[in-house]
């Protein structure tokens, strides 16, 4: 069974930063893309970043310039760097983990990020 625990939100003002952190218990490369999205409330769960384990990594455009998604291997953790937040990131960030073969997605419990203007 894969859990993807995530850490590291909380309540900042504009133009602050969080770091979120995505700990996998299993090896990153059972993994074909991981990744982290974000629900406000009243909408729907949006991508915000994706990581493949090449390295490639993809973000969602209200996020680019500001957002680096990143993993350490070694670690089984995949992190989100999040810079000059704004009021309308405030969500709650889910971690996602996109099985290889079965292409099983898995989930974290998420974590609630509060950003005040």
């Known amino acids: 069974q894969v859990h993807l625990v995530e850490s590291g939100g909380g309540l900042v003002q504009a133009g602050g930063s969080l770091r979120l952190s995505c700990a996998a218990s299993t090896s990153l490369f059972s993994f074909n893309l991981m990744g982290w999205y974000r629900q406000a409330p009243g909408k729907q769960r949006e991508l915000v970043a994706t990581?493949?384990?090449?390295?490639?990594?993809n973000y969602a455009e209200p996020v680019k310039g500001r957002f680096t998604i990143s993993r350490d291997n070694a670690k089984t953790t995949v992190y989100l760097q999040m810079n000059s937040l704004k009021p309308e990131d405030t969500a709650v960030y889910y971690c996602?983990?996109?099985?290889?073969?079965?292409?099983?997605?898995?989930w974290g419990q998420g974590t609630q990020v509060t950003v005040s203007s």
């Open positions: 990581i493949t384990n090449s390295g490639t990594t």
């Open positions: 996602n983990a996109r099985q290889k073969f079965t292409l099983t997605d898995y």
